[in-house]
């Protein structure tokens, strides 16, 4: 029996920041590589490729996912959000506001993957405001700049600016 070539494509479909689209993806491309590589999405950071810096975080079905980790064939038929994306969306522009007015950004390297990690953690409703909490969800995601305080500060002002129904976190620190 002869076994299948790896290098083989596949064609997968899915939704990317809200468009249907497709692609023919070798069996071992990572979701990042094809993201970058096939759309353009250059706000997906490649950076240990072992899964444990979080630049290349991506939301797929509306869980934060290490795209180093995931092969792209696996995205077939899911919902696959960028930073680009939800910039785009303008779902996370409170947060992003936020991280400028507390520099919570420096070199920007990891700032799309913590964008996108805070963004599924500001999601859920219910999800606890501490810092010590807000820490936990971002510490899969490294950031060598900033030294996370500007980060969590950013984060957790858009929280408290989202429970008051305001989308504008920034305006407060800018006062």
Do not use: K
């Amino acid at each position: 029996m002869a076994s299948e070539s790896p290098d083989r494509a596949h064609a997968v479909a899915f939704t990317l920041n809200g468009e249907a689209v497709r692609a023919h993806v070798p069996a071992r491309m990572h979701l990042g590589d094809l993201l970058r590589q096939s759309f353009g999405l250059t706000g997906v950071h490649l950076g240990c490729e072992h899964g444990v810096c979080g630049a290349c975080t991506v939301l797929v079905d509306g869980r934060a996912v290490r795209s180093c980790l995931m092969l792209g064939v696996q995205a077939d038929g899911a919902t696959v959000e960028t930073v680009e994306g939800l910039t785009e969306s303008g779902r996370i522009r409170d947060l992003q506001d936020a991280f400028h007015a507390r520099n919570a950004l420096q070199c920007g390297y990891c700032t799309p993957g913590m964008l996108v990690t805070a963004a599924e953690f500001l999601d859920d409703a219910e999800a606890p405001t501490s810092r010590d909490a807000i820490r936990a969800a971002i510490a899969g995601n490294y950031c060598r700049c900033t030294g996370y305080h500007a980060i969590v500060d950013a984060i957790a002002s858009t929280a408290e600016a989202r429970r008051q129904g305001r989308r504008d976190p920034g305006r407060e620190a800018a006062e």
